[in-house]
């Protein structure tokens, strides 16, 4: 008896198809284009609509995935803070053990960072300032869920500066850490007004210096 050999068809059923199975889920391409839009045109000026749309899916399965667009915004607000920790730890690890350096490595990188951002022609690469701090700008105060998650971001950012000012020495580490906050806060919205990076933001590196200077002198 001659062995039985199985159709090219049914060969085919068997396979699993690997452009489904490699396929997003829903859910991670709502809060895919849900970033790009609130980065680029704001949490309030973004609805539902036009996120299932983009995303290329539609309002049920939006609210399969996210009960609320409040619970959209937190877990937006969630991970922009998680991509800033990540590139904070990366700028920092090589200068482990000199504190001084790390603050300026933060502070070059936030130019070099505005720089590159302003060169970007279109989409979320363009630069828009601090996600968290235009978040914040539209938040009700009301909403302390998300008014929270801005909060404690801005003063881990506060806490983690002042530990820097203090473990380099700083006569005064909560008044250094605060001001190199403000400048690093500030660079974020001059590279909006001032086009090409013709402003103030290029002038960041040298007042961090001088700031540090002056407390460590």
Same mark, same amino acid.
């Given at each position: 008896?001659?062995?039985k050999v199985a159709?090219? *068809?049914?060969a /085919?059923?068997?396979?699993?198809?690997?452009a489904?199975?490699?396929r997003? !889920?829903?859910?991670? !391409?709502?809060?895919?284009?849900?970033?790009?839009?609130?980065?680029?045109?704001?949490?309030?000026?973004v609805?539902?609509?036009?996120?299932a749309?983009?995303?290329?899916? =539609?309002?049920?399965?939006?609210?399969?995935s996210?009960?609320?667009? *409040?619970?959209?915004?937190?877990e937006?607000?969630?991970?922009q803070?998680?991509?800033?920790? /990540?590139?904070?730890?990366?700028?920092?690890?090589?200068?482990?053990g000199?504190?001084?350096?790390?603050a300026?490595?933060?502070?070059?990188?936030v130019? *070099?960072?505005?720089?590159? /951002?302003m /060169?970007?022609?279109?989409?979320?690469?363009?630069?828009?300032?601090?996600?968290?701090?235009?978040?914040?700008?539209?938040?009700?105060?009301? =909403?302390?869920?998300?008014? *929270?998650?801005v909060?404690?971001y801005?003063?881990?950012?506060?806490?983690?500066?002042?530990k820097?000012?203090?473990e380099?020495?700083?006569?005064?580490?909560?008044v250094?850490?605060?001001?190199?906050?403000?400048?690093?806060?500030?660079?974020?919205?001059?590279?909006?007004t001032?086009?090409?990076n013709?402003?103030?933001v290029?002038?960041?590196?040298?007042a961090?210096?001088?700031l540090?200077?002056?407390?460590?002198?």
């Amino acid at each position: 008896m001659s062995a039985k050999v199985a159709s090219p *068809d049914a060969a /085919k059923l068997s396979r699993p198809e690997p452009a489904i199975a490699d396929r997003p !889920r829903v859910r991670d !391409r709502i809060l895919e284009t849900a970033c790009e839009l609130f980065y680029r045109h704001g949490i309030r000026a973004v609805g539902v609509d036009a996120i299932a749309s983009e995303a290329g899916t =539609n309002k049920m399965s939006f609210y399969r995935s996210f009960p609320s667009k *409040d619970d959209l915004v937190a877990e937006y607000l969630t991970d922009q803070e998680g991509e800033y920790w /990540k590139w904070w730890d990366e700028v920092i690890a090589p200068y482990a053990g000199d504190p001084r350096r790390q603050a300026e490595a933060l502070i070059e990188s936030v130019v *070099d960072l505005a720089r590159h /951002k302003m /060169k970007e022609a279109s989409g979320c690469k363009t630069s828009r300032g601090c996600a968290l701090g235009n978040a914040c700008v539209e938040i009700p105060e009301d =909403n302390q869920r998300l008014g *929270d998650i801005v909060h404690k971001y801005k003063n881990e950012i506060r806490r983690r500066l002042r530990k820097l000012a203090r473990e380099m020495g700083a006569r005064e580490p909560e008044v250094l850490g605060d001001a190199l906050m403000l400048l690093i806060e500030g660079s974020y919205y001059t590279r909006l007004t001032f086009p090409g990076n013709t402003g103030p933001v290029s002038a960041i590196p040298k007042a961090a210096r001088a700031l540090m200077e002056a407390h460590l002198g």
